[in-house]
């Protein structure tokens, strides 16, 4: 059974702060993607990374895919309030990207 | 555009009651997905469909779990009969047939008593 493991399951900071969430697996993944989730609302995918190595950006946020496809972090520089909520790594198997495989999520507050 | 739309936003019954929720996902989409997400087992999948067809149920916990998606704009999960267990929040997501992105809607947020 597939299974990715994210750390820490909870994170609570101030604003201003850096900080990274982990996303690791024994298994290889064809691609992972992050996903926000926002009290009482869905997942709302930040990015999605493919190669291994690659480094994607997205304003205050890195998202970086390990060489061997195992694993991903997800960095915050300068971490403001509206960054507050729940971050959700998913791996898509090589023989069916239909199904993700999710993590449990990592919980974020950003206190002001 | 609208994005995946789920109704009803709550619901609350009681033990041995039917329960059926409902999702109309992103028009053109092709794969239409329905989890539950609790705080101990997070995003489980129950099942997905490809156009209309339903390819993947295992993670339906039981008999009392169905679902159906008649046409390509509508899907339904029954639960018959719910119990105080089956609480929990459950999403439908959609996605179009190339890529693996999917597009969640808001949520039913079930509440069995």
């Known amino acids: 059974t597939q299974l990715l493991e994210q750390s820490p399951q909870f994170l609570s900071i101030q604003e201003g702060e850096n900080l990274t969430v982990y996303c690791n697996s024994s298994s290889v993944f064809s691609s992972l993607q992050w996903y926000r989730q926002e009290p009482g609302e869905g997942p709302v995918l930040l990015v999605t990374?493919?190669?291994g190595g690659e480094v994607k950006k997205l304003k205050r946020l890195t998202f970086q895919f390990g060489d061997a496809r195992k694993d991903s972090s997800l960095h915050i520089t300068a971490a403001q309030p509206g960054d507050t909520g729940l971050y959700l790594c998913?791996?898509?198997?090589?023989?069916?990207?239909?199904?993700?495989?999710w993590g449990l999520g990592t919980s974020l507050a950003v206190n002001p | 555009d609208a994005g995946v739309i789920q109704s009803p936003r709550h619901e609350v019954t009681e033990m041995g009651q039917e329960v059926t929720l409902r999702c109309k996902p992103i028009s053109g989409h092709n794969s239409l997905f329905w989890y539950r997400q609790t705080m101990m087992r997070g995003l489980e999948l129950l099942i997905y469909?490809?156009?209309?067809?339903?390819?993947?149920d295992s993670g339906m916990p039981e008999d009392r779990f169905s679902a159906k998606m008649p046409n390509a704009s509508f899907s339904t999960l029954k639960i018959q009969p719910s119990e105080p267990r089956d609480s929990a929040v459950y999403f439908c997501?959609?996605?179009?047939?190339?890529?693996?992105?999917?597009?969640f809607g808001p949520g039913t947020r079930l509440t069995v008593l």
């Open positions: 998913a791996g898509a198997d090589a023989g069916n990207n239909r199904k993700l495989i």
């Open positions: 469909f490809n156009n209309n067809v339903p390819i993947d």
């Open positions: 990374v493919v190669t």
């Open positions: 997501a959609s996605s179009p047939l190339r890529g693996a992105t999917q597009y």
